[in-house]
């Protein structure tokens, strides 16, 4: 197994457009995650799925923030408009619910918004 | 509500020096924590537990509930642990979803 895939692992991108990244969990895992890393704030969570389902978005910093998970091998978090102060590495986890606890974490996705 | 805080941002210390992160935690109940680490250019990943109470790679962190602290630890550093290391807790009510402190750099100098 590959692991947790992310793509692209780096973008460039222009105030105002729209980021699509993309999460492809280990297969059979049952929870996906989407974290923000920032030298500020450390590692946030910003929205978790359960079976495909979002379970809580608490985290999800503002509506130009969005998150889907249209089946089990297939995520994307979605952010639009851009802004300079989204640029960060946004990570993808996966997890079994076998009580372990341990997330498996992507490669991550290195984001800039100029 | 479940937080965890690790105090430093930076720890710098010579090869073969001892070193402690610390970790301390607020948790209602009976709390799991764990220590993740990122190496340069690698995945984010999980390097131990206090349930299994095993030494990875040299470190152990003993959980003090007394102090509510969880402080990862090793006796004589190696370059190689030069790392970024984020200690964390499950939250209440939520087993599968974490919370993770700032994290802390740690350098080893030669």
């Known amino acids: 197994d590959a692991g947790v895939i992310q793509s692209p692992r780096h973008e460039v991108t222009e105030m105002g457009q729209e980021v699509t990244l993309r999460c492809k969990p280990i297969s059979g895992h049952d929870y996906l995650f989407w974290y923000r890393q920032t030298m500020m704030r450390g590692l946030e969570l910003l929205i978790y799925?359960?079976?495909?389902?979002?379970?809580?978005d608490s985290g999800m910093p503002e509506d130009r923030f969005s998150a889907k998970m249209p089946n089990a091998s297939f995520s994307t978090l979605k952010i639009q408009p851009s802004e300079p102060r989204d640029s960060a590495v946004y990570f993808c986890a996966s997890s079994l619910a076998d009580g372990n606890n341990e997330q498996f974490f992507g490669p991550g996705t290195r984001l800039t918004v100029l | 509500a479940q937080r965890v805080t690790q105090p430093e941002k930076l720890l710098s210390v010579f090869k073969g020096a001892p070193v402690e992160l610390k970790c301390n935690y607020s948790y209602s109940g009976s709390p799991e924590l764990f220590w993740y680490v990122q190496y340069s250019r690698q995945r984010l990943q999980l390097l131990l537990r206090?349930?299994s109470r095993e030494s990875i790679k040299g470190f152990t962190a003993d959980l003090n509930k007394g102090e509510t602290s969880f402080h990862l630890k090793k006796p004589f550093a190696q370059e190689e642990d030069s790392a970024m290391y984020y200690c964390a807790l499950p939250y209440t009510g939520a087993n599968s979803k974490l919370t993770f402190g700032k994290g802390i750099t740690l350098s080893v100098r030669p």
């Open positions: 799925f359960n079976n495909n389902v979002p379970i809580d």
């Open positions: 206090h349930i």
